[in-house]
């Protein structure tokens, strides 16, 4: 393992979330135990645990935006490669210490920008058994969960974004840029989304109980996992197509949907 200075983890949230912490860092220190400091961005809430290593909260103050809150936590963190991971993430199995060591490695001595540990949509250039790379103007290019270049991140982020316009809009940006940008050919670790739309995801939620993860069953509707199934096989089906294809499509609908 390089230096733990190299690298941090960077866990984004709010205080509206806060009921997914102990969750979340329960699953994170049984499955990624490392020496790297790990960050947990909040609003106005303090957390603390001795079970977790190395954290720091940092307390951005007033909700204004998703990207401002961002911009004012990257100002504060002195580490220059940050993997990022939303709190309604729970890991489900370990990380491969070595390969996160690799990627490490691999992150430092090449001009990396951004590299996807959940590989999706994956990357077309193959580089080496571990990494593919991603061809500049294809779409969905960046996303928030990944492993980033801190200044590159800073240039991408807009004033008045939230999460979901900054993985369209950001891509986008990034499109003739997009040279060092790359994808695991197999995912980092497995892991569960724990909430949509505000509600727990049944089955995740159940999975929860029965593998005794700290969560609050009470803090939050339990919702029907249906639309959650149907949106993730929506954008499966989408991202199993070529991407030129899937741009093709995206500007045929703008154009459909343009309202003089």
Not at 82 to 94: G, K, M, P, R, T
Not at 117 to 143: C, D, F, Q
Request: charged share 25%.
């Amino acid at each position: 393992m390089t230096s733990a200075s190299t690298l941090a983890f960077l866990v984004l949230s709010c205080d509206k979330y806060a009921d997914l912490w102990p969750g979340f860092f329960h699953q994170l220190e049984k499955n990624l135990s490392t020496p790297h400091r790990k960050y947990l961005v909040t609003n106005e809430l303090a957390y603390s645990t001795d079970k977790v290593s190395h954290l720091r909260v940092i307390q951005n103050g007033k909700d204004t935006n998703w990207s401002n809150n961002l911009m004012r936590a990257l100002d504060q963190i002195p580490e220059e490669k940050l993997f990022i991971i939303l709190e309604d993430i729970y890991l489900e199995s370990a990380v491969d210490l070595d390969l996160l060591s690799r990627i490490e490695e691999f992150f430092i001595a090449e001009p990396a920008q951004h590299l996807k540990y959940m590989g999706n949509p994956k990357a077309e250039h193959w580089v080496n058994e571990i990494y593919s790379r991603y061809e500049p103007g294809m779409p969905y290019l960046t996303s928030v969960c990944g492993i980033w270049d801190k200044a590159y991140l800073k240039s991408l982020l807009l004033e008045g974004e939230n999460a979901w316009d900054f993985e369209i809009n950001a891509s986008y940006r990034a499109k003739y840029q997009g040279h060092h940008f790359y994808s695991l050919n197999t995912p980092l670790f497995k892991y569960r989304n724990m909430v949509e739309k505000g509600g727990w995801i049944k089955p995740n939620y159940r999975w929860a109980l029965e593998n005794h993860i700290p969560i609050d069953p009470r803090a939050r509707p339990v919702k029907s996992a249906v639309p959650y199934y149907l949106k993730k096989w929506y954008f499966d089906l989408i991202l199993a197509l070529p991407w030129r294809w899937r741009l093709q499509l995206g500007n045929l609908m703008k154009k459909l949907l343009i309202v003089y």
